[in-house]
């Protein structure tokens, strides 16, 4: 049990943003959600990449013991990155139609339908 | 020796030319304009080049492996890792290449177009950097065979595409449609890594080969399977998860939207691989299958309903971008049903991929051309709404001719290079389900039927006196028009050259599933 | 001879090239009963402009067929599945992901029950 709530927690996350994204009609709020969802995927691949008794794999004096493969850790790092640059892109996106139209509410920011 | 390594290294030039390209532009903006757009056309005459190369050693040497530091590009499992390639590996395979080739093509005729249809414009140093960038995403994700990789090259695309929508303000609808393309492929390519995550957690690999060859369709597995599956079909735009698609395409500059189709097929490329590839016969591939020859159905037969009553000529087209998508779906989806049984994969399975295949190429050419003729449009009147346009076939004689050329190559009428897929598609789906095969005819009928409606309204009538000093459009955009016109006609005219060139070892590449892997792992 | 250029379908088969011939000479056929007309007529009369029983030509732009008023029976005819299928498309962003995860969710019920 113990060793899965990392799983468990990062799934509430994703499902967390996801609601977020569904109920919340605030621009600002989905990319709120978004950003949730990104934290749960970050979160479930820095646990799949845990081993109980591990050491961190620098290989200038380190201690005894088995070292952990880097890889999931990488690509959070890397998801990370991508995370900033989306949701900065996305902010400002919002930014600019709060300019325009006067209001961050997804229901009314809908000039392209049918 | 230096055309060896330039041979030996194809795979990382051809990311790396556009991405150099796509950095260096903003700089040499800065000096001059001029500078700027000969040095765009070079790189992208240079990834054009490579693709090529690229395309001629798969063709002739079979699937092409570059594995990124290592001593030699062919070294994929290090001797020292205990039988795990660990590092980034390029996988092109037919397929790959192909879908490489087709990008840098719709890529060259994109920019030669762009320097008369952006000269209006400001920013246009970030205009070429996020097109490049946009062609590097595309071209990533056709070659890698990493999945994390993908998603990262997933991302770039996302990115840049979402930029170029919104770049033109346009009083904040264009970021409306850019804010939508952007939050609808962010949250899927995060369900993407999610389900590599699941992936990775049960195979400790990224790589496909890898994955694949170890592959035993757990409750884990087939949680993944769907993520992708269905997040990869949504960035492809396939019905009922297509409502950013009319958005996107819409707004977008013409010639950026272009580019986006061709941006949505390496997403389909992406569902091609998935099922294909990385599950392959694991998989229940009837009931995969359905599911995507459904997702085709739906695609093809609402996204040409929604286009007949459009008033905005692009928003008409993306429509129809959607529709031609369910095509693509549905040959490679009646493929995939039949994956497991030999004989009727043989009769027609294969036939039907193939068609599915060959149409990707020919939607991004004619496809491309229509929504380039659009543009020519809207260069030279302003406006997109068909109910104020008319007349102007009297002073843009060219564009009018290229209409005509990407309009009946959508509906399929012969000897345009639609037809030659789509007779491929009916042909065999026929066999499979007549049902389908005589849906996928309706919708070609009222393809033509929409598309009468477009050249009727732009082009026919008396000269208006709104329009009376409409001339032809500049230069570079008929050559980057008459570009893709040619290949609609020479593939409409020559569609079994092309076949044989390019689309049976496509299909052989998808299908054979123990080639890949043997390709990576060696001798299987 | 022509083989090489025949595309095949499995169980059919299709020649561009005998189609574009086929096509080249009933064009031509064509061009030449079109040759045979009247070459010459009256150009600075009233030969040239169109009769409307006698009626004031109307303004260009008002006799252009806008794309408005083209298939209008078949949108009013299909009322039914247009009425439906419209509003659905209605640009708010939460129904867009709401789609998306609906069929994401769809489709892991049919996996899960198929398997």
Same mark, same amino acid.
């Given at each position: 049990m113990f060793f899965n709530l990392p799983f468990i927690v990062a799934a509430l996350l994703v499902i967390l943003g996801i609601i977020t994204m569904l109920i919340k009609r605030n621009l600002i709020k989905m990319i709120m959600g978004l950003a949730l969802v990104e934290a749960g995927v970050n979160l479930l691949l820095v646990s799949i990449g845990y081993r109980a008794g591990g050491i961190a794999p620098i290989f200038t004096s380190a201690p005894d013991g088995v070292m952990v493969m880097p890889t999931v850790q990488a690509m959070t790092l890397t998801n990370i990155v991508i995370g900033i640059a989306t949701t900065a892109l996305l902010l400002s996106f919002v930014m600019v139609i709060y300019r325009m139209y006067g209001t961050a509410n997804a229901e009314k920011v809908r000039k392209l339908r049918g | 020796m230096m055309q060896e390594l330039l041979l030996q290294n194809l795979p990382a030039l051809l990311l790396a030319v556009p991405m150099l390209g796509a950095f260096a532009t903003p700089l040499i903006g800065k000096a001059s304009g001029g500078a700027r757009n000969l040095w765009a056309v070079a790189i992208m005459l240079a990834t054009l080049a490579v693709a090529v190369l690229l395309t001629a050693q798969v063709l002739s040497t079979g699937t092409v492996v570059y594995t990124f530091g290592a001593e030699t590009p062919d070294l994929t499992v290090p001797a020292d890792s205990g039988g795990i390639p660990i590092r980034i590996i390029f996988t092109v395979d037919a397929m790959g290449a192909f879908m490489a080739l087709a990008a840098s093509f719709v890529g060259l005729g994109v920019m030669l177009y762009s320097f008369a249809s952006a000269s209006r414009s400001t920013g246009q140093n970030g205009y070429y950097a996020l097109l490049l960038l946009l062609v590097v995403g595309i071209l990533g994700m056709v070659c890698t065979g990493d999945m994390f990789n993908f998603f990262v090259f997933l991302e770039i695309n996302s990115l840049a595409g979402a930029a170029l929508v919104a770049s033109r303000v346009d009083k904040g609808v264009a970021v409306e449609a850019g804010l939508k393309y952007a939050v609808l492929s962010t949250l899927g390519g995060l369900l993407v890594l999610f389900a590599i995550a699941l992936l990775y957690g049960q195979y400790g690999a990224l790589n496909i080969a890898v994955i694949a060859s170890r592959m035993l369709f757990t409750p884990l597995d087939q949680i993944a399977l769907v993520m992708l599956l269905v997040a990869l079909a949504m960035k492809a735009g396939a019905v009922p998860m297509h409502f950013w698609t009319p958005d996107a395409y819409s707004m977008a500059p013409s010639s950026i939207t272009a580019l986006l189709v061709v941006a949505s097929q390496a997403s389909l490329y992406g569902v091609f691989r998935v099922v294909f590839t990385l599950y392959g016969l694991t998989l229940e591939y009837a009931t995969i299958g359905w599911i995507i020859i459904i997702l085709g159905v739906l695609s093809m037969f609402v996204g040409v309903t929604m286009a007949i009553p459009q008033k905005d000529v692009k928003r008409l087209m993306a429509y129809h971008a959607v529709s031609q998508t369910g095509y693509m779906l549905l040959g490679v989806g009646v493929g995939l049903a039949v994956l497991g049984n030999q004989q009727l994969l043989d009769t027609y399975g294969v036939i039907a991929m193939e068609g599915g295949i060959?149409?990707?190429?020919?939607?991004?050419?004619?496809?491309?051309?229509?929504?380039?003729?659009?543009?020519?449009?809207?260069? +030279?009147?302003?406006? +997109? %709404?068909? %109910?104020?346009?008319?007349?102007?076939?009297?002073?843009?004689?060219?564009?009018?001719?290229? $209409? /005509?050329?990407?309009?009946?190559?959508?509906?399929?009428?012969?000897?345009? %290079?639609?037809?030659?897929?789509?007779?491929?598609?009916?042909?065999?789906? $026929?066999?499979? %389900?007549?049902?389908?095969? /005589? /849906?996928?005819?309706?919708?070609? /009928?009222?393809?033509l039927a929409s598309f009468v409606k477009v050249f009727h309204s732009i082009f026919m009538g008396p000269r208006l006196p709104e329009y009376a000093d409409v001339r032809e459009v500049p230069a570079p955009m008929i050559i980057g028009m008459a570009l893709l016109s040619l290949l609609v006609i020479l593939f409409g005219v020559f569609p079994q050259e092309v076949v044989d060139l390019l689309i049976t070892p496509a299909a052989g590449a998808l299908i054979d599933q123990g080639g890949y892997i043997a390709s990576v792992l060696g001798g299987a | 001879m022509l083989d090489a250029y025949t595309l095949q379908t499995g169980t059919g088969f299709w020649d561009p090239v005998v189609w574009i011939v086929v096509f080249l000479v009933a064009f031509l056929i064509a061009l030449a009963i079109w040759l045979l007309g009247e070459k010459e007529y009256p150009r600075d009369t009233q030969a040239v402009k169109p009769f409307l029983s006698g009626n004031v030509e109307p303004e260009k732009a008002d006799v252009h067929m806008r794309a408005g008023n083209l298939y209008w029976g078949f949108t009013e005819a299909m009322k039914g599945y247009y009425s439906r299928l419209v509003p659905l498309h209605t640009g708010v962003l939460n129904d867009y992901v709401l789609w998306f995860l609906g069929v994401m969710a769809l489709v892991f019920v049919i996996v899960g029950v198929a398997a």
């Amino acid at each position: 049990m113990f060793f899965n709530l990392p799983f468990i927690v990062a799934a509430l996350l994703v499902i967390l943003g996801i609601i977020t994204m569904l109920i919340k009609r605030n621009l600002i709020k989905m990319i709120m959600g978004l950003a949730l969802v990104e934290a749960g995927v970050n979160l479930l691949l820095v646990s799949i990449g845990y081993r109980a008794g591990g050491i961190a794999p620098i290989f200038t004096s380190a201690p005894d013991g088995v070292m952990v493969m880097p890889t999931v850790q990488a690509m959070t790092l890397t998801n990370i990155v991508i995370g900033i640059a989306t949701t900065a892109l996305l902010l400002s996106f919002v930014m600019v139609i709060y300019r325009m139209y006067g209001t961050a509410n997804a229901e009314k920011v809908r000039k392209l339908r049918g | 020796m230096m055309q060896e390594l330039l041979l030996q290294n194809l795979p990382a030039l051809l990311l790396a030319v556009p991405m150099l390209g796509a950095f260096a532009t903003p700089l040499i903006g800065k000096a001059s304009g001029g500078a700027r757009n000969l040095w765009a056309v070079a790189i992208m005459l240079a990834t054009l080049a490579v693709a090529v190369l690229l395309t001629a050693q798969v063709l002739s040497t079979g699937t092409v492996v570059y594995t990124f530091g290592a001593e030699t590009p062919d070294l994929t499992v290090p001797a020292d890792s205990g039988g795990i390639p660990i590092r980034i590996i390029f996988t092109v395979d037919a397929m790959g290449a192909f879908m490489a080739l087709a990008a840098s093509f719709v890529g060259l005729g994109v920019m030669l177009y762009s320097f008369a249809s952006a000269s209006r414009s400001t920013g246009q140093n970030g205009y070429y950097a996020l097109l490049l960038l946009l062609v590097v995403g595309i071209l990533g994700m056709v070659c890698t065979g990493d999945m994390f990789n993908f998603f990262v090259f997933l991302e770039i695309n996302s990115l840049a595409g979402a930029a170029l929508v919104a770049s033109r303000v346009d009083k904040g609808v264009a970021v409306e449609a850019g804010l939508k393309y952007a939050v609808l492929s962010t949250l899927g390519g995060l369900l993407v890594l999610f389900a590599i995550a699941l992936l990775y957690g049960q195979y400790g690999a990224l790589n496909i080969a890898v994955i694949a060859s170890r592959m035993l369709f757990t409750p884990l597995d087939q949680i993944a399977l769907v993520m992708l599956l269905v997040a990869l079909a949504m960035k492809a735009g396939a019905v009922p998860m297509h409502f950013w698609t009319p958005d996107a395409y819409s707004m977008a500059p013409s010639s950026i939207t272009a580019l986006l189709v061709v941006a949505s097929q390496a997403s389909l490329y992406g569902v091609f691989r998935v099922v294909f590839t990385l599950y392959g016969l694991t998989l229940e591939y009837a009931t995969i299958g359905w599911i995507i020859i459904i997702l085709g159905v739906l695609s093809m037969f609402v996204g040409v309903t929604m286009a007949i009553p459009q008033k905005d000529v692009k928003r008409l087209m993306a429509y129809h971008a959607v529709s031609q998508t369910g095509y693509m779906l549905l040959g490679v989806g009646v493929g995939l049903a039949v994956l497991g049984n030999q004989q009727l994969l043989d009769t027609y399975g294969v036939i039907a991929m193939e068609g599915g295949i060959f149409h990707i190429i020919n939607h991004a050419m004619y496809k491309g051309l229509l929504f380039l003729t659009a543009g020519a449009i809207f260069y +030279r009147t302003g406006t +997109r %709404n068909l %109910n104020q346009l008319g007349g102007l076939g009297h002073s843009m004689k060219w564009t009018m001719v290229f $209409f /005509i050329i990407g309009a009946l190559a959508i509906a399929g009428i012969p000897p345009f %290079n639609g037809f030659a897929s789509k007779l491929m598609i009916y042909e065999s789906v $026929f066999l499979f %389900n007549p049902l389908l095969a /005589i /849906i996928a005819m309706v919708v070609s /009928i009222l393809t033509l039927a929409s598309f009468v409606k477009v050249f009727h309204s732009i082009f026919m009538g008396p000269r208006l006196p709104e329009y009376a000093d409409v001339r032809e459009v500049p230069a570079p955009m008929i050559i980057g028009m008459a570009l893709l016109s040619l290949l609609v006609i020479l593939f409409g005219v020559f569609p079994q050259e092309v076949v044989d060139l390019l689309i049976t070892p496509a299909a052989g590449a998808l299908i054979d599933q123990g080639g890949y892997i043997a390709s990576v792992l060696g001798g299987a | 001879m022509l083989d090489a250029y025949t595309l095949q379908t499995g169980t059919g088969f299709w020649d561009p090239v005998v189609w574009i011939v086929v096509f080249l000479v009933a064009f031509l056929i064509a061009l030449a009963i079109w040759l045979l007309g009247e070459k010459e007529y009256p150009r600075d009369t009233q030969a040239v402009k169109p009769f409307l029983s006698g009626n004031v030509e109307p303004e260009k732009a008002d006799v252009h067929m806008r794309a408005g008023n083209l298939y209008w029976g078949f949108t009013e005819a299909m009322k039914g599945y247009y009425s439906r299928l419209v509003p659905l498309h209605t640009g708010v962003l939460n129904d867009y992901v709401l789609w998306f995860l609906g069929v994401m969710a769809l489709v892991f019920v049919i996996v899960g029950v198929a398997a």
